[in-house]
């Protein structure tokens, strides 16, 4: 029976395996120099993101999260008194006065 072969049954030379693991070091270090590039520029966007000046009135994330939903509560407030102070009072005026004309023909 035979056996097929794989690449861990090739035999390499001493050379031949040296030129590989010098290519092999070669690669490695192009991808760490790749990934330290990559973390230094998320970490440039993150501060041009997140500000670290006079602009940030914040200390912890909680209290900016506790500011953006007082204001979404209020701008939904607002939304609602607009649905129930104009939008449905309007409702009502074309259902009364345009309902019985469409009924008509």
């Excluded at 209020?74 to 609602?80: A, F, N, R, V, Y």
Aim: without cysteine.
């Amino acid at each position: 029976m035979t056996r097929k072969k794989t690449i861990g049954d090739t035999p390499l030379s001493n050379d031949e395996a040296a030129g590989l693991a010098d290519s092999l070091e070669r690669q490695m270090g192009k991808a760490l120099e790749a990934g330290e590039k990559f973390d230094k520029s998320m970490e440039d966007g993150i501060e041009q993101i997140h500000p670290h000046s006079t602009l940030k009135w914040w200390r912890y994330r909680y209290e900016y999260s506790y500011v953006e939903d007082l204001i979404l509560i209020i701008i939904l407030s607002l939304t609602g008194l607009w649905d129930i102070m104009f939008h449905q009072p309007m409702q009502a005026l074309v259902q009364v006065y345009l309902a019985p004309k469409e009924s008509a023909y």
